[in-house]
T-cell receptor, first 111, second 114 residues
Framework: KNEVEQSPQNLTAQEGEFITINCSYS?????LHWLQQHPGGGIVSLFM???GKKKHGRLIATINIQEKHSSLHITASHPRDSAVYIC?????????????FGTGTSLTVIP | GAGVSQTPSNKVTEKGKYVELRCDPI?????LYWYRQSLGQGPEFLIY????????DSGLPNDRFFAVRPEGSVSTLKIQRTERGDSAVYLC????????????FGPGTRLTVT
């Protein structure tokens, strides 16, 4: 069982489309991160959330603590948004913080 | 300013050899994390440091893996008696503190064990 589940695993969209990537987790968390990884590239942190909603440019991230669910939205998608998007959570545990990652959503935006 | 740096960027080694991977965090970041990412998978947590001490090393797969951060800045991940299954990209990240702080990732070290 994976503590963090992402959907979809793969996503292809036309340029300009609105995109949603979902992340569900199974236990209480202290924070959730959305990360972006380009092919052959490093990982960039897009958002860190513990409640509510954050917006940066065309990217919006929301989290619902009660439902243990987060979404990453991309408005007016562009080919340069093509990347793997990874959800990562920091879980509260008796032994301290524990870190778990989803397997990622591979996004391809076609011109 | 300078981000997180990792050296080497690539390392090829023979099965059974010892390797060291280095991470230079962002100056002033007290928390440092090591992750491992296999092809087609998400990153997997290995260990994190708060200052000089390993706050949580529960992700280290076995006792061949060890990490240090003697002065609370640079960290070295050490792998003894490497196995082909250790081949992966080893990622380092740092943050201002532990827990709910944004993490900044290095470019990774691609380790290949032949």
């Amino acid at each position: 069982k994976n503590e963090v589940e992402q959907s979809p695993q793969n996503l292809t969209a036309q340029e300009g489309e609105f995109i949603t990537i979902n992340c569900s987790y199974s236990v209480g968390i202290s924070a959730l991160h959305w990360l972006q990884q380009h092919p052959g590239g490093g990982i960039v942190s897009l958002f860190m959330l513990s409640s509510g909603k954050k917006k940066h440019g065309r990217l919006i991230a929301t989290i619902n603590i009660q439902e243990k669910h987060s979404s990453l939205h991309i408005t007016a998608s562009h080919p340069r948004d093509s990347a793997v998007y990874i959800c990562a959570v920091i879980l509260k545990a008796n032994t301290g913080n524990q870190f778990y990652f989803g397997t990622g959503t591979s996004l391809t935006v076609i011109p | 300013g300078a981000g997180v740096s990792q050296t080497p960027s690539n390392k090829v080694t023979e099965k059974g050899k010892y390797v060291e991977l280095r991470c230079d965090p962002i100056s002033g970041h007290t928390a440092l994390y090591w992750y491992r990412q296999s092809l087609g998978q998400g990153p997997e947590f290995l260990i994190y440091f708060q200052g000089t001490g390993a706050a949580d090393d529960s992700g280290l797969p076995n006792d061949r893996f060890f990490a240090v951060r003697p002065e609370g800045s640079v960290s070295t991940l050490k792998i003894q008696r490497t196995e082909r299954g250790d081949s992966a990209v080893y990622l380092c990240a740092s943050s201002l503190g532990q827990g709910a702080y944004e993490q900044y990732f290095g470019p990774g070290t691609r380790l290949t064990v032949t």
